[in-house]
């Protein structure tokens, strides 16, 4: 089954379209990568998107407007990766959506909310549309979060140590996947850790100004502003004071939480400071707080991805903080080797477009697309509505057994991200 998988994550900068051509073998189901293309939202929508998001107050007008307008950027994407990477031979769209906000209280999810209305996919693709996953989970008593965590165990299952997989999108997750060695069983485990880009993003977008050809900072492209910067201990402690950090697993959170005007308030009571210090402070406690949740689980290698791995300052402090060293084998007790998904096979800015990917084919054959232990739902449940992309929808029979690994194959889409405007 080839399957187009479509993810905009809590940084809402582009769109990314990975597809793959999935087939079971045994237990294994099998991912062959046919490429990715990313497409960045309009700088329109970006703003309206931006203007629409916690804490601001919005109307219904303005949410269904929303709602439109992104799920016809979605619909353009998955039409151009069905022409581009399958051929114009795509059985089935799977489609995250774009988070808006995610309703968290007291430790537990009450709801939660992706708009990019699917019908306008459904429509323009002719494929059926699986979406809406987060939802399901919840309903269960789940975070419905990480949900990529079933992926992340399916692919990590039997490698030595305790393999981590960790996402640097707006927020960071990580999965940890005990059970390679001796000694390291147990349930895996999936938590949000806190801000990854959110509040370096923030902080940039308000402080830097415009760049040499006078366009606004966006994001600390190649983490030039920290490189610069020096970390201001003060507003580091301060930051890491949240109770967020100290709350156990399974949780989630968002920038509901983690937004400029919390920023803005630890500022206050460090007085001004220079953009570059603000943002190699942030910079740090993205990778101090990383580290500081990998580190009780005894990881031996982290494998990353999102946006956050193309920050090299970001990735020197991870590397720093967990005491590993880049490359190489994974280490023992203390050290903790950082690597990205590109070494498995998946693309680091597109591995969760690959995994909703997996997740819609999981739900188009009936199974279960989730880890209880991972969300902290009461059991694992199938996720998502699936909108027929015509008359006589056709689900594929579901297989006598679910499969229980991942293996990446060699494929035409292992190289670069094709990009668009």
Request: charged letters at 20%.
């Amino acid at each position: 089954m080839r399957v187009v998988g479509l993810m905009s994550g809590t940084s809402y900068d582009a769109i990314d379209a990975a597809a793959a051509d999935l087939s079971l073998d045994g237990d294994t189901l099998v991912l062959t990568p046919l490429g990715t293309i990313s497409t960045a939202y309009d700088d329109d929508l970006r703003a309206d998107l931006a203007g629409a998001l916690p804490p601001a107050g919005v109307d219904l007008a303005t949410v269904c407007r929303l709602d439109t307008r992104i799920g016809r950027a979605f619909a353009a994407a998955a039409v151009r990766a069905d022409e581009e990477l399958c051929g114009g031979r795509a059985d089935l769209v799977a489609s995250h959506g774009q988070t808006v906000f995610h309703w968290a209280e007291d430790g537990r999810v009450h709801g939660t909310l992706q708009i990019g209305e699917p019908a306008w996919i459904a429509e323009a693709t002719g494929r059926p549309v699986v979406s809406g996953f987060r939802t399901r989970d919840v309903a269960a008593g789940g975070q419905g979060a990480p949900l990529v965590s079933i992926v992340d165990v399916m692919w990590l299952r039997g490698r030595p140590g305790v393999p981590v997989a960790l996402n640097l999108g707006g927020i960071g997750n990580v999965t940890v996947v005990p059970g390679g060695a001796k000694g390291t069983g147990g349930e895996p485990l999936a938590f949000d850790t806190g801000p990854a880009n959110a509040l370096i993003d923030a902080a940039v977008r308000a402080l830097a100004g415009r760049d040499a050809s006078g366009r606004p900072y966006a994001m600390d492209a190649g983490g030039a502003l920290a490189a610069r910067g020096t970390v201001h201990r003060p507003l580091l402690r301060r930051l890491l004071d949240d109770p967020y950090y100290a709350r156990n697993a399974p949780k989630t959170t968002g920038k509901e939480l983690f937004h400029l005007p919390y920023l803005r308030a630890a500022l206050e009571e460090c007085g001004p400071l220079p953009v570059e210090d603000v943002v190699a402070t942030l910079t740090r406690l993205t990778a101090r707080t990383v580290a500081d949740a990998i580190r009780p689980f005894g990881a031996t290698e982290v494998i990353a991805s999102g946006g956050g791995t193309r920050n090299p300052v970001l990735m020197g402090l991870l590397r720093e903080e967990l005491g590993g060293e880049p490359g190489g084998e994974p280490c023992g007790a203390g050290r903790c080797v950082v690597r990205s998904s590109d070494e498995l096979g998946l693309p680091a800015g597109a591995k969760e477009a690959y995994a909703f990917a997996v997740l819609g084919w999981l739900t188009a054959h009936g199974l279960p697309g989730t880890v209880p232990s991972c969300t902290g739902a009461r059991h694992a449940s199938v996720l998502g509505s699936i909108t027929p992309g015509g008359p006589g929808l056709r689900l594929p029979r579901p297989p006598a057994r679910a499969p229980g690994r991942l293996t990446v194959a060699s494929g035409p889409g292992t190289g670069r991200p094709k990009h668009a405007g």
